[in-house]
C-alpha cells in the first residue's frame, strides 16, 4: 500500500494558538496563476480580499517567501496564510486542566466552547486557548466534544504521536461515561440500552433516527431522581459516537435534555452572548491505556450539572447557588490526575 507524503511544516508561525490555513494546489484546471486560483477558490472571504491578502505578501510558499502576483500556477504546490479572524463573543469560563504528561494533556472544557477551530469559532475554543495558556504549540485533540457538552477531553502533545491515540477512540478502546439531566419518567424502564440508526445531514442543524442497520448504541440509566421538581439525573455509556448521539437517543425515550436548543425541536442557538442555560450534559468519565506508555488512566471531570448541584439557579439565571458553590461554568472540586480517583 503507498502511502501518502505527509505535506511539509507549515512556513508561518500560529497567531493567538491558531494555524495558518494550508492550501494546496490541485491538478488540472485553467487557472494561470497562484493568485487566480486562490480568487476563484476562496469567495467566502469577501471581494477583493484574497487579491489583496497576494498583493500584500500575505500568501507564502514552502520556503515562507511571500508568493508573487504573477506566480504561475502548479499542480500540487502548497500555500500557507493567515485568514482574518470572525469576530468571536468570548466564552467566560475557564479551560481546566486535568492532566498533563510529556504526551497528553486532559481538559475539562466548560459548555460553549469549541473543542477545535470551525466556523465561527476559531481562536475562542479549547484548543487555541490551551495553546496559548501552556505554551505547546503542538497541541492538536485526540477526538472532539460538542460545542455545548461540558466535560473531559483528550489532546496529544507530539505530533507523531496523535495517531497512536486517535486509533484509542476509532478502536474503541477508550471508556466514556457522560451524566445528563433530563425529566423523571416513572414510566420509563430503566436501565436500558438503546440501538438506532443515526443520520446527520450537512447543513440540517439537528440529527434524525432512520430505519436501517444501528450504527448507534447507548447505555442509560437513571442515577436519581426528585420529586420535587420532577428531574432526573442519568448515567450514559455511548459503545459509538455518533453526532448528537446521546441527546438524539434521550429524545427519543421521551425525556430531551434540559437546555436543548434542538431536541425536541429546533429553538435556533439564542442570543450571542446568552451563557444562562447550558445543556445539561456533561462528558464525566475518561478511561484508557495510554497506547505510549502502557499507564492506566481514569480520569473523572471536576464539574457539575446546573440543573441537579444548584436548581435554583437553573429556574432564575440569577440566583445564587450558595457560599462557595460553583457550578458547570468551572470545576467543582479536584479531580482524577492519572490514577485511579
Same mark, same amino acid.
Given at each position: 500500500?503507498?502511502? $501518502?507524503?505527509?505535506?511539509?511544516?507549515?512556513?508561518?508561525?500560529?497567531?493567538?494558538?491558531?494555524?495558518?490555513?494550508?492550501?494546496?494546489?490541485?491538478?488540472?484546471?485553467?487557472?494561470?496563476?497562484?493568485?487566480?486560483?486562490?480568487?476563484?477558490?476562496?469567495?467566502?472571504?469577501?471581494?477583493?480580499?484574497?487579491?489583496?491578502?497576494?498583493?500584500?505578501?500575505?500568501?507564502?510558499?514552502?520556503?515562507?517567501?511571500?508568493?508573487?502576483?504573477?506566480?504561475?500556477?502548479?499542480?500540487?504546490?502548497?500555500?500557507?496564510?493567515?485568514?482574518?479572524?470572525?469576530?468571536?463573543?468570548?466564552?467566560?469560563?475557564?479551560?481546566?486542566?486535568?492532566?498533563?504528561?510529556?504526551?497528553?494533556?486532559?481538559?475539562?472544557?466548560?459548555?460553549?466552547?469549541?473543542?477545535?477551530?470551525?466556523?465561527?469559532?476559531?481562536?475562542?475554543?479549547?484548543?487555541?486557548?490551551?495553546?496559548?495558556?501552556? !505554551?505547546?504549540?503542538?497541541?492538536?485533540?485526540?477526538? $472532539? %466534544?460538542?460545542?455545548?457538552?461540558?466535560? %473531559?477531553?483528550?489532546?496529544?502533545?507530539?505530533?507523531?504521536?496523535?495517531?497512536?491515540?486517535?486509533?484509542?477512540?476509532?478502536?474503541?478502546?477508550?471508556?466514556?461515561?457522560?451524566?445528563?439531566?433530563?425529566?423523571?419518567?416513572?414510566?420509563?424502564?430503566?436501565?436500558?440500552?438503546?440501538?438506532?440508526?443515526?443520520?446527520?445531514?450537512?447543513?440540517?442543524?439537528?440529527?434524525?433516527?432512520?430505519?436501517?442497520?444501528?450504527?448507534?448504541?447507548?447505555?442509560?440509566?437513571?442515577?436519581?431522581?426528585?420529586?420535587?421538581?420532577?428531574?432526573?439525573?442519568?448515567?450514559?455509556?455511548?459503545?459509538?459516537?455518533?453526532?448528537?448521539?446521546?441527546?438524539?437517543?434521550?429524545?427519543?425515550?421521551?425525556?430531551?435534555?434540559?437546555?436543548?436548543? %434542538?431536541?425536541?425541536?429546533?429553538?435556533?442557538? !439564542?442570543?450571542?452572548?446568552?451563557?444562562? $442555560?447550558?445543556?445539561?450534559?456533561?462528558?464525566?468519565?475518561?478511561?484508557?491505556?495510554?497506547?505510549?506508555?502502557?499507564?492506566?488512566?481514569?480520569?473523572?471531570?471536576?464539574?457539575?450539572?446546573?440543573?441537579?448541584?444548584?436548581?435554583?439557579?437553573?429556574?432564575?439565571? !440569577?440566583?445564587?447557588?450558595?457560599?462557595?458553590?460553583?457550578?458547570?461554568?468551572?470545576?467543582? !472540586?479536584?479531580?482524577?490526575?492519572?490514577?485511579?480517583?
Amino acid at each position: 500500500m503507498r502511502r $501518502r507524503t505527509p505535506p511539509p511544516a507549515a512556513p508561518l508561525p500560529q497567531r493567538d494558538g491558531v494555524d495558518p490555513v494550508r492550501v494546496r494546489l490541485p491538478s488540472g484546471g485553467a487557472w494561470g496563476t497562484v493568485r487566480e486560483y486562490l480568487v476563484a477558490r476562496l469567495t467566502g472571504a469577501g471581494p477583493g480580499v484574497v487579491a489583496a491578502m497576494v498583493d500584500a505578501g500575505l500568501v507564502v510558499g514552502a520556503d515562507g517567501r511571500a508568493v508573487a502576483p504573477d506566480e504561475p500556477y502548479r499542480p500540487g504546490m502548497f500555500v500557507w496564510f493567515h485568514r482574518e479572524l470572525p469576530p468571536e463573543v468570548p466564552v467566560p469560563f475557564p479551560v481546566e486542566v486535568v492532566h498533563r504528561d510529556a504526551h497528553v494533556v486532559v481538559a475539562d472544557k466548560p459548555h460553549f466552547l469549541a473543542t477545535t477551530p470551525r466556523g465561527s469559532h476559531v481562536a475562542e475554543t479549547a484548543l487555541a486557548r490551551l495553546r496559548r495558556e501552556l !505554551g505547546i504549540p503542538t497541541l492538536t485533540a485526540a477526538h $472532539r %466534544l460538542d460545542r455545548l457538552t461540558a466535560g %473531559l477531553v483528550l489532546f496529544t502533545v507530539r505530533p507523531e504521536e496523535r495517531g497512536a491515540y486517535q486509533t484509542l477512540f476509532r478502536d474503541r478502546r477508550v471508556r466514556k461515561e457522560y451524566e445528563a439531566v433530563a425529566p423523571y419518567d416513572p414510566a420509563l424502564a430503566l436501565p436500558r440500552t438503546v440501538r438506532s440508526r443515526i443520520v446527520k445531514e450537512r447543513g440540517v442543524p439537528a440529527a434524525r433516527e432512520v430505519e436501517g442497520e444501528p450504527n448507534a448504541v447507548t447505555h442509560v440509566e437513571l442515577a436519581e431522581h426528585r420529586e420535587r421538581d420532577g428531574l432526573g439525573r442519568y448515567r450514559l455509556v455511548p459503545e459509538t459516537g455518533q453526532t448528537h448521539q446521546l441527546r438524539v437517543h434521550l429524545n427519543a425515550l421521551g425525556v430531551p435534555i434540559l437546555g436543548d436548543p %434542538l431536541y425536541p425541536r429546533v429553538s435556533g442557538p !439564542g442570543p450571542a452572548g446568552d451563557f444562562r $442555560r447550558p445543556l445539561q450534559l456533561l462528558a464525566r468519565r475518561l478511561e484508557f491505556t495510554d497506547p505510549v506508555t502502557g499507564a492506566e488512566h481514569s480520569f473523572v471531570s471536576g464539574r457539575t450539572l446546573r440543573a441537579w448541584s444548584c436548581p435554583q439557579r437553573w429556574a432564575d439565571p !440569577g440566583a445564587a447557588c450558595g457560599p462557595g458553590r460553583r457550578d458547570g461554568a468551572a470545576p467543582a !472540586g479536584p479531580t482524577g490526575a492519572g490514577g485511579r480517583p
